[in-house]
């Protein structure tokens, strides 16, 4: 068998294909020379499987999707404290390159307009790093997360400084109220390079990937950023990855994304898939119009909407069944926050005596931290009603049991009664 995510990918391509609406970004005259027809989809799961349509090898810059990737950097390097105080997350509702500041703390508004990612990029390395050093942080880490050696297109970088005007002129406006500590010239040069950097779908599809995995990288399975600056780095993209475009696109999308001048625009859907689409003629937001229609076409397809969740809570308690005097209570899947309520609903209902209770957990995945300790609670709960208890954890999914008063259940490898 061939798997048809690949079919479907190329028929969603065919699907917005016809659509020649938009127009290239001109503002950068080496943008205006790209092929206005170039067209393609990569998805990539958290299990680190790609898959991809059309033109998923052709290299284009990254630009402005290189901005919360600049901001899980300057966070992992600089922390949140240091990194809140130079920029905000509020969403602006302005376009990208808007000259606006926050009224009274002169802060960016966030990290994905200009002004907040050219911050952004100062606060790379250090305090005292070097323009050369922060283009190098942004190129190692860059490419990390893709899993290839990246590097800046020379010529988009030079015919984006040779009319970076605008750029500079947020620049200065930052550094006028002190945001920026050094020239501003030379940390648009550093912006632009980030800017520059060449991806393909592919190289996007892993990178968003890996933000939607808590930061780990779904390919090497290695570390390369925390997870609450995934996190962070995620809500900051559903806010305001869109630019003004952001609150349409969380409605009818409804997947963190990010949008650059290039044509690229990523997704990243938490603990599922990073999904990435290029195609450079752009809408009045200067979002790509094939690639917001691709999305759109996803989401719905495929139920990606982040505000459409599985009621994951009601499959976790698997079943109840006698086995003589002891009742034993199937649990399955992934325990959370939902599912374990809905057991310990169930336990709560459980007549106060000296039966025996067995929670049969060989059929769980993994408890999150509240599960486990919403578990073990509803335990002591019930020893403490006179019930005898005890877990069947073959695969020791919750290892050290303690009850959280010294005592513990009591622990088997089998389910009793033979099933
Ligand atoms: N390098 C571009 C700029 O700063 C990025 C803008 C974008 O992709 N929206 O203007």
Redesign the pocket.
């Known amino acids: 068998m061939r798997t048809p995510v690949p079919d479907y990918l190329a028929e969603v391509l065919d699907g917005v294909a016809g659509d020649r609406s938009g127009a290239v970004a001109d ?2 005259p080496d943008l205006a020379q790209a092929d206005p027809e170039v067209l393609g989809v990569a998805v990539t799961t958290v299990a680190g499987r790609t898959y991809a349509a059309g033109d998923a090898d052709v290299e284009f810059s990254i ?3 290189s901005k919360p990737f600049a901001y899980a950097a300057a966070l992992a390097d600089r922390g949140t404290e240091v990194v809140d105080a130079t920029v905000g997350v509020e969403p602006s509702g302005e376009a ?2 808007e000259l606006s500041l926050e009224g009274g703390t002169h802060r960016p508004k966030n990290p994905m307009i ?1 002004a907040g ?1 050219i911050a952004v990029h100062h606060l790379l390395v250090g305090p005292d790093a070097t323009g050369a050093a922060r283009v190098e942080r942004i190129l190692d880490f860059f490419s990390e997360l893709a899993g290839r050696r990246l590097s800046v297109d020379e010529s988009v970088y030079r015919s ?1 400084m040779d009319t970076a005007d ?2 500079l002129a947020i620049a200065h406006m930052l550094r006028n109220y002190r945001v920026l500590g050094e020239p501003a010239a030379e940390v648009v040069d550093g ?2 390079r980030q ?2 950097v060449n991806v393909t779908v592919r190289d996007l599809a892993v990178m968003g990937a890996t933000l939607a995995n808590a930061g780990v990288h779904p390919v090497t399975g290695r570390r390369v950023v925390p997870a609450d600056v995934a996190r962070r780095t995620l809500s900051v993209m559903a806010g305001s990855g869109m ?1 003004d475009g952001a609150g349409d696109w969380l409605v009818r999308v409804g997947i963190p994304a990010k ?4 044509g690229g625009l990523i997704g990243a859907l938490p603990g599922q898939l990073g999904l990435a689409t290029v195609s450079p003629r752009l809408d009045g937001h ?1 979002n790509s119009v094939r690639g917001v229609a691709i999305c759109e076409r996803l989401s719905r397809d495929m139920g990606m909407h982040l505000m459409q969740a599985e009621p994951y809570g009601s499959t976790v308690l698997r079943g109840i069944r006698p086995d003589g005097d002891t009742t034993v209570v199937a649990l399955q899947g992934v325990v959370q926050f939902s599912g374990a309520e809905a057991v310990l609903h169930r336990l709560a209902e459980m007549p106060v005596d000296d039966s025996e209770i067995v929670l049969d957990l060989s059929r769980v995945d993994r408890f999150s931290d509240v599960g486990r300790r919403m578990t073990l609670e509803g335990l002591r709960r019930l020893a403490l009603d006179g019930h005898t208890v005890a877990v069947v954890d073959p695969d020791g999914v919750l290892p050290d049991p303690d009850l959280g008063d010294g005592t513990r259940p009591q622990v088997r490898s089998r389910p009793a009664g033979g099933g």
């Open positions: 503002y950068i630009q402005s999707i990208f390159d200009n990612a984006e605008r750029n912006y632009t800017c520059a630019y949008s650059g001048v290039a200067g």
